[in-house]
C-alpha cells in the first residue's frame, strides 16, 4: 500500500468555525507533512513531523494547529480562519526526512473559507 | 524535442516528441533534487530524483539532468504521450526542507 489519503476532499467553513482535516498513512513512514497550494502555484511547505514530533512549523498562523497522534495519523485543526486561507491543502510522509527519501503525496483537501 | 533555455509556465509539445522543461533553483547547498508531476484534481507525483553527486539518471522514459555550476536542473521526456499532461515542478532539499519552484503546465498537442 503506497497511498496517503486525505479527508474530507472538500471543505467550505466559516470564519468562525472549527474544523479539521486528516491525513493517513500505512507505510510505517516515520516523517509526515502538511503543505499548502494556491491556486496555480507550488506546494508551500507548512509543517513537517518526524517521529511523531514536530521538526518544522514554517513561521505558520496559529490559526492552523497540527497534531500527530500516532505514526500513522496527521491532523490539521483550523480555527478562526481567513478567507485568504483558501487553498489546496496536501499531506506527504516519507520513510525518513524529506531529503534523503521519496516524498508521497495524498490527494489534498480544498479548503474554501467564507 | 521541444527545449527552452528558462522556466517558462507553460510548454506545448506534439505528441511523439521530446520535451525538456528546465528548472533553475536557488541554494547551493541543496543536496538533492526531485521532479514531480502533477495532474489536475491530483496531489504531487514523484517522477524522478538526483543528488549533487551526479550530474544525469535515467529511468523509464524520462532523464534528469543536474548543472551545478549554473544551478540548473532539466527533465526530458521522451516520446511525449497524451498521459504526461500535467504540470510539473522541481523540487530541491534544503535542510531537510522540500522547496517547490514554479511549474510548468505542459500540453500535448495531438
Known amino acids: ?114 | 524535442g521541444e527545449s527552452v533555455g528558462l522556466h517558462l509556465p507553460t510548454l506545448s509539445v506534439q505528441e511523439g516528441d521530446n520535451s525538456i522543461i528546465n528548472c533553475a533553483y536557488s541554494n547551493s547547498a541543496s543536496d538533492y533534487f526531485i521532479w514531480y508531476k502533477q495532474e489536475s484534481g491530483k496531489g504531487p507525483q514523484f517522477i524522478i530524483d538526483i543528488r549533487s553527486n551526479m550530474d544525469k539518471r535515467q529511468g523509464q522514459r524520462v532523464t534528469v539532468l543536474l548543472n551545478k555550476t549554473v544551478k540548473h536542473l532539466s527533465l526530458q521526456i521522451a516520446a511525449t504521450q497524451p498521459g504526461d499532461s500535467a504540470v510539473y515542478f522541481c523540487a530541491e532539499n534544503t535542510d531537510d526542507k522540500i522547496i517547490f519552484g514554479k511549474g510548468t503546465r505542459l500540453h500535448i498537442l495531438p
Not at chain 1, 60 to 74: A, G, K, M, Q
Request: positive net charge.
Open chain 1, 1 to 114: 500500500d503506497t497511498e496517503v489519503t486525505q479527508t474530507p476532499k472538500h471543505l467550505v467553513m466559516g470564519m468562525t468555525n472549527k474544523k479539521s482535516l486528516k491525513c493517513e498513512q500505512h507505510m510505517g513512514h516515520r516523517a509526515m507533512y502538511w503543505y499548502k497550494q494556491k491556486a496555480k502555484k507550488p506546494p508551500e511547505l507548512m509543517f513537517v513531523y518526524s517521529y511523531e514530533k514536530l521538526s518544522i512549523n514554517e513561521s505558520v498562523p496559529s490559526r492552523f494547529s497540527p497534531e500527530c497522534p500516532n505514526s500513522s495519523l496527521l491532523n490539521l485543526h483550523l480555527h478562526a480562519l481567513q478567507p485568504e486561507d483558501s487553498a489546496l491543502y496536501l499531506c506527504a510522509s516519507s520513510q525518513g526526512l524529506a531529503g534523503t527519501y521519496e516524498q508521497y503525496f495524498g490527494p489534498g483537501t480544498r479548503l474554501t473559507v467564507t
